[in-house]
């Protein structure tokens, strides 16, 4: 069972566009939600993290949204250049305050930026 | 600055082998995490070490099991490998700070089972 779901599989945005990646969640003790970045033959990266507390949070040209009432949360990645093209994962902890986490990532979305 | 350093990078094994991973996490790190990646899949939680005892244990196989030594190091072992143990091996390290949470990936050990 997928506690972390994420769509879509994948993704192909055009060069200056924006790039969302959606992910839903069902366990409410989740309280700490990462996105991950992996480039082919690399580990998992972390890209921008939430808390459920925040609504919305902001790095650079990435968005994290945030709806805890839906259980959803999603990334939006604007001004999409070709080297964001990459595997995005979308992660949710439980637990975060007591240094005893373990990741639950979702099933990852492989976005493809074209010129 | 320093990362989470994974050996070896490619393992070539037969069915039934054995073989060990190792994983030297961020220096100060006292949180070791193991994944299991298939082709096309997400990283599976296998086992977390804090402070050289197991701290969490996910869908790892009775066939594995993993360690960490008092230099913060872990390793994991895993016995009679079949074709279905053939993935990537992330290993992670983490440092406990109350509020903040960074998960630091190695780049992996690909087993490939024969």
């Known amino acids: 069972q997928q506690q972390v779901k994420q769509s879509p599989q994948s993704l192909i945005v055009q060069k200056g566009g924006i790039s969302i990646i959606n992910c839903a969640y069902e366990?409410?003790?989740?309280?700490?939600f990462p996105w991950y970045q992996q480039f082919p033959g690399k580990g998992p990266a972390l890209l921008i993290a939430i808390r459920p507390d925040v609504s919305e949070k902001k790095e650079g040209r990435f968005t994290i949204s945030f709806n805890k009432s839906a259980k959803q949360f999603s990334l939006h990645i604007m001004d999409s250049q070709p080297g964001d093209s990459a595997t995005y994962f979308c992660a949710a902890l439980q637990g975060a305050n007591f240094g005893n986490e373990k990741l639950t990532f979702g099933t990852g979305t492989r976005l493809t930026i074209i010129p | 600055a320093a990362g989470v350093i994974q050996s070896p990078r490619h393992l070539i094994k037969e069915k039934r082998e054995t073989a060990t991973l190792k994983c030297y996490p961020i220096?100060?790190?006292?949180?070791v995490y193991w994944y299991q990646q298939g082709p096309g899949q997400d990283p599976q939680f296998l086992i977390s070490f804090y402070e050289k005892m197991q701290s969490d244990k996910g869908s790892i196989p009775d066939r594995f099991s993993a360690q960490q030594f008092s230099d913060y190091h872990s390793e994991l072992n895993m016995s009679s490998l079949e074709l279905g143990d053939s993935a990537l091996y992330f290993c992670?390290?983490?440092?406990?700070?109350?509020?903040?949470?960074?998960?630091?990936f190695g780049a992996g050990s690909r087993l490939t089972v024969l």
């Open positions: 366990n409410t003790a989740f309280d700490y």
């Open positions: 220096p100060r790190h006292d949180t």
């Open positions: 992670a390290s983490s440092e406990d700070i109350t509020g903040a949470n960074v998960l630091t």
